[in-house]
């Protein structure tokens, strides 16, 4: 069972999506994909198929208001407008092909990040429903967004508790993966002034989520010398890929999501023949 693993990152996962959709012009559909963020809600699209529409969605959509304003905080207490993004383009605008991606017969999984308890937990794609709320949940940044409720639960984003979930395809039985990560080469994280300053606005509510916070940098940090150790010594069962130019998380440089794009694809182009051995 190969799998494909997916990190997040805003608007650096439309690397992730060039990479997508040369496996889709390969035809090669992982029977396992599973991400966080932005990461994994790109990866529905690979599910469902749709070669371009995560392009499409960027080139489109991301210098509208309706998409990405300071004004939307009035209405939905985010800087993205939710409604737009998770209903409005997938059910109006630029429609998600519902039918495709329910006849997918691999296992999608989207992590996030229980608020009372600071650990990733891991939620079943196909759950998903018209609304996207589990996509809510995954791309709730703190700060950025507000939490998601699922059931008489409230998530945060998944990225937190668990950035790069390869440890969990590991664990699932996934021994042969294709990791995307959207950082480049020797990227390792710090924490920053908005970390400690969103850890301290959720301290009293959801101290172990205030926790996860300050405890990310360092399990970033991990996995990736993890993901590296794969590559290292199981070459033969991982391919990694990483831009070379990196991007900012909210870039608005339409080009240069373009270009970021274009990277990702041509990178999983040149090493389709590795990743073709992924499914041997």
């Known amino acids: 069972m190969p799998g494909l693993i997916l ?20 035809d090669l559909m992982f029977d396992y994909v599973i991400g966080v963020s932005a990461g994994i809600t790109d990866g529905f699209s690979y599910v469902s198929r749709q070669r371009g529409r995560n392009l499409e969605v960027a080139r489109r959509f991301r210098n509208d208001k309706r998409y990405l304003s300071p004004a939307n905080l009035l209405k939905c207490r985010s800087i993205f407008g939710l409604d737009f993004v998770f209903d409005t383009i997938p059910n109006e605008l630029l429609p998600f092909d519902w039918d495709t991606f329910r006849a997918y017969q691999g296992k999608i999984l989207v992590g996030v ?11 079943d794609g196909k759950d998903l429903d018209e609304k ?22 409230i998530y945060y984003d998944g990225g937190i508790s668990d950035s790069i979930p390869i440890r969990k395809a590991i664990a699932d039985g996934s021994r042969k993966n294709l990791i995307v990560l959207t950082q480049p080469k020797g990227y390792r994280k710090k924490i920053k002034r908005r970390d400690h300053a969103a850890a301290a606005a959720l301290h009293r509510k959801f101290p172990a989520m205030a926790e996860a916070i300050l405890n990310r940098p360092k399990m970033y940090n991990d996995t990736v010398c993890f993901c590296e150790h794969l590559v290292q010594y199981q070459p033969q069962n991982t391919v990694l890929l990483q831009p070379e130019t990196p991007i900012n998380s909210f870039e608005s440089d339409v080009d240069k999501l373009v270009a970021a794009y274009d990277e990702g694809y041509r990178l999983a182009e040149e090493r389709m023949d590795e990743i073709r051995k992924l499914f041997d």
């Open 132 to 153: 996207c709320t589990m996509l809510r949940a995954t791309c709730s940044l703190p700060v950025y967004f507000p939490p998601a409720r699922i059931g008489d639960k």
């Open 7 to 26: 990190e997040g990152g805003t608007f650096r996962p439309i690397f992730s999506s060039g990479v997508m959709d040369a496996l889709l012009d390969h």
């Open 113 to 123: 990040t229980n608020a009372e308890t600071g650990q990733c937990e891991y939620l």
